[in-house]
């Protein structure tokens, strides 16, 4: 049976949920990953757990070697990866502690590794195509364990990634809401991009924190905002992991 990994973001960095847990240190050519890989199981499957920043969250977004994380579990075997993300909303629909199954992302950082190719073999360029990013059978077991669940829930939703480690400006906030994002977070791109360069299905699940800076009637978003919605909703994201493993192919 393959391994799953899920890669833990903002308020998941070092959450207790695997069974039979061991931590294993790893490099590899492009550096050593956020953390070291804790492998483990949950419900009954085996699972590799990364805490995207660090186990003690200092690692910044754009500091990130999302390369050696996405080549480590590439490495450990995995045969598909979950990833979580805190995200503000962009829509008024998408309320405090609604769930994104993220379906688009729109990369708007700039200071990243994108791509694990830095030269070609002759003759032998690679492109990768992206227009679905995220893998369509892992959204809809997500979809479906939020429905079994009774997750409050988005089937669908466009990420705008910003570099931070600032939030956006209002001008930039009501820019993307033009551009179509629903919701923006700071780590999808390039994680996303590098999961379908090393061919492995890779899906998110975006827990929406609060609603940036667009909208006048509400204070602009705060990192203490991100993580108390985040936290006060941990059980949830945990939940919907467990249920959506436990019935993967
Ligand atoms: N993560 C959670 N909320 C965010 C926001 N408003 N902007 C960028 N990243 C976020």
Redesign the pocket.
């Given at each position: 049976m393959t391994l799953i990994g899920i890669i833990g973001g903002?308020g998941l960095d070092n959450p207790d949920i695997l069974h039979d847990a061991r931590d294993v240190e790893v490099s590899n050519s492009y550096g050593v990953p956020s953390a070291p890989l804790r492998h483990g199981t949950m419900a009954g499957r085996d699972v590799v757990l990364l805490a995207r920043h660090g186990r003690e969250h200092t690692i910044p977004p754009t500091h990130v070697n999302y390369r050696a994380n996405i080549k480590a579990l590439k490495d450990a075997g995995c045969g598909c990866i979950i990833a979580t993300?805190?995200?503000?909303s962009l829509r008024q629909e998408i309320d405090r502690g609604h769930l994104i199954i993220l379906d688009q992302f729109i990369d708007f950082t700039r200071l990243r590794h994108v791509s694990f190719y830095e030269t070609f073999a002759p003759h032998d360029p690679r492109h990768t195509g992206m227009a679905d990013p995220f893998d369509a059978a892992l959204r809809r077991h997500l979809i479906d364990a939020c429905e079994r669940l009774g997750i409050a829930h988005h089937k669908t939703g466009t990420v705008v990634t910003?570099e931070?480690s600032r939030?956006?400006t209002r001008a930039e906030s009501n820019m993307f809401r033009m551009w179509g994002a629903d919701v923006?977070?700071?780590s999808i791109a390039p994680e996303c991009i590098l999961a379908n360069e090393a061919g492995i299905p890779y899906a998110s699940v975006a827990m929406s924190?609060?609603y940036?800076?667009w909208k006048t009637d509400e204070a602009p978003?705060s990192w203490d905002d991100?993580i108390e919605v985040f936290r006060s909703n941990v059980e949830m994201v945990t939940s919907l992991l467990t249920e959506t493993i436990a019935n993967l192919d």
């Amino acid at each position: 049976m393959t391994l799953i990994g899920i890669i833990g973001g903002s308020g998941l960095d070092n959450p207790d949920i695997l069974h039979d847990a061991r931590d294993v240190e790893v490099s590899n050519s492009y550096g050593v990953p956020s953390a070291p890989l804790r492998h483990g199981t949950m419900a009954g499957r085996d699972v590799v757990l990364l805490a995207r920043h660090g186990r003690e969250h200092t690692i910044p977004p754009t500091h990130v070697n999302y390369r050696a994380n996405i080549k480590a579990l590439k490495d450990a075997g995995c045969g598909c990866i979950i990833a979580t993300t805190a995200c503000g909303s962009l829509r008024q629909e998408i309320d405090r502690g609604h769930l994104i199954i993220l379906d688009q992302f729109i990369d708007f950082t700039r200071l990243r590794h994108v791509s694990f190719y830095e030269t070609f073999a002759p003759h032998d360029p690679r492109h990768t195509g992206m227009a679905d990013p995220f893998d369509a059978a892992l959204r809809r077991h997500l979809i479906d364990a939020c429905e079994r669940l009774g997750i409050a829930h988005h089937k669908t939703g466009t990420v705008v990634t910003i570099e931070g480690s600032r939030f956006s400006t209002r001008a930039e906030s009501n820019m993307f809401r033009m551009w179509g994002a629903d919701v923006i977070n700071m780590s999808i791109a390039p994680e996303c991009i590098l999961a379908n360069e090393a061919g492995i299905p890779y899906a998110s699940v975006a827990m929406s924190t609060d609603y940036d800076c667009w909208k006048t009637d509400e204070a602009p978003v705060s990192w203490d905002d991100i993580i108390e919605v985040f936290r006060s909703n941990v059980e949830m994201v945990t939940s919907l992991l467990t249920e959506t493993i436990a019935n993967l192919d």
